[in-house]
């Protein structure tokens, strides 16, 4: 009996070593690390299987002798017999295709699609990106793309401009929900950096008209912001994975410090992340355009404002701040055909000093003592309900609910005062949307969905003696009593796989917006009206063709968008630059864009890839600020002082054009070249250029990848913009601009060379250490109040668990 035992296990454990002996890992060349979908197949494809999360597949339904093709669509296929992985002890590493046509799923209509179905210019930042490139806030997030121009006013900012638009013309969206308000407005925005750049899984960007899908103000494209999914397990245990993140950057000694935590079994999960971020005073460049230079600034001294002399006038005295965000979210899955989630983000900054407004200079000094954004915050809850099961009228039904709470405000003091302006503005957002879709067979589908938006403003103001705390009136920036803005929305879209190669996919959207808004104090500005009512509608629409062959694909798409007025278009007084306050104008109306985009990806055999895209865009009843009249008067007084009207109005029709490249070419195995180029040029129906039509800008980049190490070299740079191609509204503004030969401002042409290098420590652990601006040139980006960080050492640790 004892024999029999014996004869038992080891027969057992010689036919479980054998089994295991026949299971194969597979692991990128790179980083080692295992890839997950791999496909192994014999010649005649009767014998198959897939790699797990571990890499692994089983290899015991192969003979010896029979080839094994091993495929991926990310990696070079290889093709070995079992003997020869016997041999490699069942261990296969992978190279990547470095360069091929991006083949990621795009969420354009809600619902996540093939890239190579989709005729919009899309571009994609994924995390393994972001990671590597170690962006301080969300917006320079999008500038590491190199498609999208970002502004900054002041440190704490970032503006995105794409195609010409910029601010309530572009649209932010975060896991499926608008973050645009009613008051975001025509001015430079800086609502991009509430979201952590740490807590972003991937950001897809849509060049164009976005308004099929997403509504009012996606003019120049959609930013399209997912982050960190709940991730559940395969078996009833509970397992615990998390990040810890750890960044200096010496140009403004920023200190930043990230964790996450993921815990979930098959059926629910949670997810807590936490970024805190502190920032000190920015430091420029010391090479080039001496003007820029923070040559004094205003400091309190025994209650009195004084003018100090800065000792070290590349180091931009206060500009600095710091920024807390936190995510929570949970998962439910009870079944394979229903999935809810619910997700709190949460995001404040500190006082945040207007650094443009710190250096604006009136009758030879400084002007403001102080001039800062009070703590900007926003919150969102989101609850999301996804359920699929093919039926008569849905194969997939998402239902997004979701409530925001976002303030800001505004503090001012003129230099030597003691009296200083605070206005505060409260928003409370609510929105509820149904996507679904229908799939007829594997080259048909149909997108289709409603959309409720509701916004309510509360808009508050006082000054302060700075000595006593005294409060008294002043104007609010928004009328000050009731401020509605509501948005209902029917959409279609529809997918036609006509062939093998060509695809055509076409939408149309029905808008609904109003406006209603009660003036109830008018002891500042005798309006001629009590309330102001506004209720626009549009109709808008898309035809996109997509064709492949051998290696291409081209893109055609012709379409529609439009940016009704919100209560900042239509309601708002403010000064918008110096000696210039703009005054509500009831009779705007929506701003409308044709659009035309054709674009070409060709694989160049299996080195590289090239892209090339054009577009046309065509404004009608285009949104500008014009001189006006405010009760048959060219000039009121407003904060003290006397200053000429104006409002935004409608102009005649406007035009945007340009284009933009990519190139990717894999040099030798492991060095890969990247070079992106964007040109745009912008003019209204008079000539005159558009304020946010950014310069020529682009960067080139040479990347080396071996094993545990990843090393960039790149260089960013940008064209020039005279003075005669400078908006009008950007004149006055000399003291953010350089200075022609003849006296005039304009902003110059730069560039910076930087390089960054990445370790893998052993399975747990990156080591990310950089150097930007390495020739420490001094410039300032266009439209931009503050200078650009100088030469900027960056490290950083993360850690996986």
Not at 7 to 15: H, R, V
Not at 559 to 578: E, L, Q, R, Y
Not at 692 to 716: C, D, E, M, Q, W
């Amino acid at each position: 009996m004892f024999l029999k035992s014996i004869c038992i296990y080891l027969l057992a454990f010689f036919l479980s070593y054998s089994v295991l002996g026949q299971t194969l890992q597979i692991k990128d060349f790179d980083d080692e690390t295992p890839i997950e979908g791999v496909a192994i197949y014999n010649q005649t494809k009767n014998k198959s299987g897939i790699t797990d999360k571990e890499g692994l597949v089983k290899l015991d339904k192969f003979s010896d002798t029979e080839l094994i093709h091993v495929q991926h669509r990310s990696y070079q296929e290889i093709l070995m017999s079992k003997q020869q992985l016997k041999k490699q002890g069942y261990v296969v590493y992978l190279y990547k295709l470095v360069v091929r046509l991006e083949e990621s799923v795009i969420s354009v209509y809600r619902w996540e699609q093939k890239k190579e179905e989709i005729p919009n210019k899309i571009t994609s930042i994924l995390q393994p990106q972001i990671s590597f490139n170690d962006p301080q806030t969300t917006a320079d997030l999008l500038a590491t793309s190199s498609e999208v121009f970002i502004q900054k006013s002041q440190l704490g900012g970032g503006s995105p401009m794409i195609r010409g638009f910029s601010a309530n013309s572009v649209l932010l969206v975060v896991d499926g929900v608008r973050m645009n308000n009613a008051i975001y407005r025509g001015g430079n925005l800086q609502n991009v950096i509430s979201l952590d750049a740490n807590s972003i899984q991937r950001s897809e960007v849509i060049f164009g008209p976005g308004s099929i899908t997403y509504g009012s103000d996606a003019l120049g494209g959609v930013m399209d912001f997912h982050t960190l999914p709940v991730r559940l397990s395969t078996s009833k245990q509970f397992k615990l994975k998390g990040t810890a993140f750890a960044r200096h950057s010496s140009a403004n000694s920023e200190k930043t410090g990230h964790v996450d935590l993921n815990l979930g079994n098959d059926k629910i999960g949670i997810l807590s992340s936490i970024t805190y971020s502190d920032y000190g005073d920015l430091t420029m460049g010391s090479n080039n355009n001496s003007d820029y230079q923070r040559n004094e600034y205003v400091d309190q001294i025994n209650g009195i404002d004084q003018i100090i002399i800065n000792n070290k006038p590349n180091k931009q005295i206060q500009s600095g701040y710091s920024q807390i965000n936190t995510m929570h979210k949970i998962r439910f899955r009870p079944s394979r055909k229903i999935n809810l989630d619910y997700a709190f983000h949460y995001s404040r900054l500190s006082d945040v000093p207007r650094y443009d407004r710190l250096i604006q200079v009136r009758k030879g000094a400084l002007e403001y003592g102080e001039w800062y954004y009070g703590p900007q915050k926003w919150d969102m809850h989101r609850l999301n309900f996804t359920y699929n099961n093919k039926g008569l009228l849905f194969d997939k039904l998402k239902v997004t609910t979701a409530y925001q709470d976002y303030e800001e405000s505004r503090h001012d003091r003129k230099f030597g005062k003691k009296e200083i302006r605070e206005r505060t503005e409260e928003v409370k957002a609510y929105s509820l949307n149904f996507d679904l879709d229908k799939e007829f067979n594997s080259n048909n589908m149909l997108f289709y969905g409603l959309e409720a938006v509701y916004n309510t403003v509360n808009s508050i103001g006082h000054i302060k003696n700075i000595i006593t705390n005294e409060l008294s009136p002043v104007s609010t920036r928004y009328p000050d009593g009731e401020n509605d803005y509501t948005t209902l929305a029917m959409y279609l879209g529809y997918k036609d796989n006509i062939t093998k190669s060509f695809t055509i996919i076409t939408g149309l959207r029905a808008n609904y917006v109003s406006i209603y808004s009660t003036l109830k104090d008018k002891t500042f500005f005798n309006f001629p009206y009590n309330e102001i009512s506004v209720k626009n509608k549009a109709i808008n629409g898309s035809l996109g063709l997509v064709y492949r062959f051998r290696g291409c694909q081209i893109n055609l798409n012709l379409s529609s968008g439009f940016h009704a007025p919100n209560i900042d278009d239509i309601s708002k007084i403010f000064d918008s630059s110096p000696k210039n306050v703009v005054v509500p104008n009831k009779n705007l109306k929506p701003e409308y864009v044709y659009n035309i985009d054709n674009g070409i990806e060709a694989q160049l055999g299996n080195r590289g890839t090239f892209n090339f895209t054009y577009f046309f865009t065509f404004l009608t009843d285009a949104f500008v600020r014009r001189d006006f009249s405010f009760n048959g008067q060219d000039s009121i007084v407003y904060d003290g002082e006397m200053s000429n009207v104006q409002a935004v109005v409608n102009a005649n029709k406007a035009h945007i054009y340009g284009c933009s490249s990519k190139i990717k070419l894999e040099l030798f195995r492991n060095l890969e070249l990247k070079s992106i180029i964007s040109f745009t040029k912008g003019e209204d129906q008079d000539g005159i250029p558009l304020r946010h039509v950014s310069p020529l800008f682009g960067s080139t980049r040479v990347t080396y990848t071996y094993k545990k190490i990843k090393a960039s070299v790149f260089a960013n740079y940008n064209g020039e913009i005279s003075h005669k191609n400078l908006a009008p509204s950007e004149h006055s503004k000399t003291y953010m601009y350089a200075i022609d030969k003849d006296g005039n401002p304009y902003s110059p042409s730069w560039f910076t060379l930087s390089c960054m290098v990445s370790y893998k420590i052993k399975k747990f652990g990156i080591l990310n250490v950089g150097v930007e601006n390495i020739l420490d040139n001094r410039y300032r980006p266009y439209s931009s109040g503050i200078v650009a960080p100088g030469r900027n050492l960056i490290a950083s640790l993360r850690v996986s668990f």
